[in-house]
């Protein structure tokens, strides 16, 4: 069940009709794209084959606001973990056959473990969109192929720190928490990725001196273009004057990111 204190989210409930209108407009008839086919294919290169590729698994990109701002909801993974252990993440996991109807399924079921061990009715308070809420499916290290979701949280979360709201699964996840997307925009860099033959790809750095919550990797490939294709024309648009949200990401980089770039398939 949902805390008690919480109550409906009127940003995002100014939010959907706006992001409903962006995905229908430009991504009803295929997935917000993630990465360029000859970035995949480089992917998939450095692994000497489509490992695993058989295999599908969803993460959930869970929008939110946190006392009225517009964020993103993250987790740290356990330091028990045999793979990504302490890295930054998405809640999502394994696609599995005859549990999950389809992978938007996968997603919701792998957040309302991972984050709250069932405490959060996801099903009655996240808001799944009508149009494009399947990203692009892109391989992960293993080459399995990873679908991004996209997802509202309904409520808005006041209570801090959000471990009121959603423990976590120790199992699985030491730390649940939120970015604002103003600042991920503001905060974003770039750096060679091995994974992808040393092409830049997106890294958004820690916060402060104190702060181990670097998101690189996975989570920052899918993160780039949902912020910059979605959640920027929906959220801060109207904020674009503000300095405090300019960010310094270098836009050659991110079109060669995410669009298809022969010069890239031929290097």
């Not at 999950?100 to 808001?127: I, M, Q, W």
């Not at 670097?214 to 929906?234: D, E, Q, S």
């Amino acid at each position: 069940m949902v805390p008690s204190k919480l109550v409906p989210s009127a940003v995002m409930a100014r939010a959907i009709p706006r992001l409903e209108s962006l995905l229908k407009a430009k991504f009803a008839d295929a997935p917000l794209p993630i990465l360029s086919e000859a970035l995949i294919k480089r992917s998939r290169s450095r692994k000497g084959g489509n490992a695993d590729s058989t295999r599908r698994a969803a993460v959930l990109i869970p929008i939110c606001s946190v006392n009225s701002v517009p964020s993103i909801l993250l987790t740290r993974r356990s330091p028990g973990l045999k793979s990504h252990a302490s890295q930054v993440s998405f809640p999502g996991g394994h696609f599995e056959e005859g549990v999950d109807a389809t992978l938007t399924a996968t997603a919701l079921r792998e957040a309302s473990e991972e984050l709250s061990g069932n405490c959060y009715n996801f099903a009655e308070h996240v808001y799944i969109p009508s149009y494009g809420a399947q990203c692009q499916a892109i391989p992960s290290l293993t080459g399995t192929m990873v679908t991004p979701v996209l997802a509202i949280l309904t409520q808005d979360l006041n209570q801090l720190p959000l471990s009121s709201i959603f423990p976590g699964n120790v199992d699985e996840v030491d730390l649940v928490f939120h970015r604002p997307i103003a600042d991920l925009l503001a905060r974003e860099t770039s750096e060679p990725l091995n994974r992808l033959g040393g092409t830049p790809g997106p890294v958004f750095p820690h916060f402060d001196e104190s702060d181990d919550l670097k998101i690189w990797g996975l989570t920052a490939i899918i993160l780039r273009p949902v912020l910059h294709k979605l959640l920027k024309p929906v959220f801060l648009d109207d904020l674009k004057n503000d300095s405090s949200i300019e960010h310094k990401t270098n836009q050659e980089n991110i079109n060669r990111f995410c669009e298809s770039d022969d010069k890239i398939e031929n290097r």
